[in-house]
């Protein structure tokens, strides 16, 4: 595997974990300005989500690696992702495209910790869609 370095961002908290994966899937960015993107492609996903916090679980795990990966490759891996309840084909806010997607990730995984008590934080997905194109989101508004 080739080591990927990642921006960085600035947290306050003790620990962070830092997970890879890829997952390839179809979509279609259904409106007229998307050019070639209207019609049906596919991409191999590579993605880097970075989750923050300052406590350990029981089994001292800020949070466990496979869950993080379990969340989004089982549930996009060789898929259309216009399927997928999270996107629409009506609401460019929800088109599945790699800033949606990667929003997407973030709340899909955030929602997962959110319900752990030691309250890990995901503060960063890196979506990688081509070699040459990715998108980084970070949520805005969060108390780091």
């Not at 991409?43 to 679980?57: K, M, P, Q, R, S």
């Not at 030691?118 to 890196?126: D, F, L, R």
């Amino acid at each position: 595997m080739i080591q990927q370095i990642y921006p960085v961002t600035e947290h306050p908290y003790a620990y962070e974990l830092n997970k890879d994966f890829q997952f390839a899937a179809a979509h279609y960015i259904p409106h007229g300005d998307a050019g070639k993107c209207q019609n049906m492609h596919g991409h191999t996903y590579f993605t880097n989500v970075t989750i923050a916090g300052d406590e350990l679980n029981h089994t001292g795990f800020l949070v466990n690696f496979k869950k993080v990966k379990d969340l989004i490759h089982k549930r996009f891996d060789h898929r259309v992702m216009n399927e997928d309840t999270k996107f629409s084909d009506l609401d460019a806010e929800y088109f599945p495209t790699t800033e949606v997607v990667a929003r997407t990730i973030y709340e899909i995984i955030q929602e997962y910790l959110n319900t752990l008590s030691n309250k890990p934080t995901c503060i960063q997905v890196y979506l990688r869609e081509t070699p040459t194109s990715y998108c980084i989101y970070r949520p805005k508004g969060k108390t780091l």
